[in-house]
């Protein structure tokens, strides 16, 4: 569904991400995993059109998308929810969902059935329908975001940091849900920090650091793979990930 090629991406003069391979395929939930500033939100950012790639390519469906908007990315299927979540504070939760479903040409009728299917599936969102989704928790807010980017009908789900800045049962929520819409057929694309817990969930995994890919398999083929403790306290991979994983020659800059 999707396939990514050498992409290179840069912030001026600093390189954020260096020959950047990756795959997902239909039904897939695939996760992109490494330190803050790994280059895995500038990965998104490329793919939905919001950053502009310097080198390599990059399709959904075999239709390029490096040189689209993000909202003709969007049109393709495409749904990114963002790390700081997008959310509009002053409207409505309702009103937030109605905007998600912007790009839909089956009828209100059908979207008002959506609706009522979010509610289901987020009962906190129904019960606060027509409160201001700037007076919600962050736990709230983030199902918020998610509920908004399904609404849309997307092909392709990419979260960004789904859990950050959450307590502990927010998180294992947050988790639950990604694992409930997998098990639901959606094909997502997560990129998060918390490690241990999204290898839980994924099908696949790619191990970003300083920009590079270092490693990438089955969750259990990279945590025999690699020391994960040790990559993000600032160590690289086990003597076996080295010689097993995508990772370039070179020293580089610090990726923005």
Same mark, same amino acid.
């Given at each position: 569904?999707?396939?990514?090629?050498?992409?290179?991406?840069?912030?001026?003069?600093?390189?954020?991400?260096?020959?950047?391979?990756?795959?997902?395929?239909?039904?897939?939930?695939?996760?992109?995993?490494?330190?803050?500033?790994?280059?895995?939100?500038?990965?998104?950012?490329?793919?939905? @059109?919001?950053?502009?790639? #310097?080198? @390599?390519?990059?399709?959904?469906? @075999?239709?390029?998308?490096?040189?689209?908007?993000?909202?003709?990315?969007?049109?393709?299927?495409?749904?990114?929810?963002?790390?700081?979540?997008?959310?509009?504070? #002053?409207?409505?939760?309702?009103?937030?969902?109605?905007?998600?479903?912007?790009?839909? +040409?089956?009828?209100?009728?059908?979207?008002?059935?959506?609706?009522?299917?979010?509610?289901? +599936?987020?009962?906190?969102? @129904?019960?606060?329908?027509?409160?201001?989704?700037?007076?919600?928790?962050?736990?709230?807010?983030?199902?918020?975001?998610?509920?908004?980017?399904?609404?849309?009908?997307? +092909?392709?789900?990419?979260?960004?940091?789904?859990?950050?800045?959450?307590?502990?049962?927010?998180?294992?929520?947050?988790?639950?849900?990604?694992?409930?819409?997998?098990?639901?057929?959606?094909?997502?694309?997560?990129?998060?920090?918390?490690?241990?817990?999204?290898?839980?969930?994924?099908?696949?995994?790619?191990?970003?650091? #300083?920009?590079?890919?270092?490693?990438?398999?089955?969750?259990?083929?990279?945590?025999?793979?690699?020391?994960?403790?040790?990559?993000?306290?600032?160590?690289?991979?086990?003597?076996?990930?080295?010689?097993?994983?995508?990772?370039?020659?070179?020293?580089?800059?610090?990726?923005?």
């Amino acid at each position: 569904m999707l396939t990514v090629t050498g992409v290179e991406a840069r912030y001026g003069a600093i390189v954020a991400l260096r020959e950047v391979s990756l795959t997902v395929d239909e039904g897939e939930l695939v996760a992109l995993v490494g330190s803050n500033g790994a280059g895995k939100s500038t990965t998104l950012a490329v793919i939905a @059109g919001l950053h502009r790639a #310097t080198r @390599g390519s990059a399709a959904f469906e @075999g239709t390029s998308l490096l040189a689209r908007a993000p909202e003709d990315v969007a049109r393709l299927g495409i749904s990114l929810v963002p790390e700081n979540r997008g959310i509009f504070p #002053t409207l409505t939760v309702a009103e937030n969902l109605r905007l998600g479903s912007y790009l839909r +040409r089956d009828g209100a009728a059908a979207v008002r059935r959506d609706l009522d299917g979010l509610f289901e +599936r987020f009962p906190v969102l @129904g019960q606060r329908r027509n409160q201001p989704a700037g007076t919600l928790s962050g736990g709230e807010q983030q199902q918020l975001a998610i509920a908004r980017a399904l609404i849309g009908k997307p +092909r392709l789900l990419m979260l960004d940091e789904p859990s950050l800045g959450l307590a502990p049962t927010l998180v294992d929520r947050v988790f639950e849900l990604v694992a409930e819409l997998h098990r639901a057929g959606v094909t997502i694309l997560l990129v998060e920090q918390n490690v241990r817990r999204t290898l839980e969930v994924a099908d696949r995994a790619y191990l970003l650091r #300083t920009g590079r890919m270092e490693a990438s398999g089955k969750p259990s083929d990279l945590r025999s793979l690699v020391d994960i403790e040790s990559v993000y306290l600032g160590g690289g991979p086990t003597a076996s990930a080295a010689s097993s994983a995508t990772a370039a020659s070179a020293p580089g800059e610090v990726p923005g």
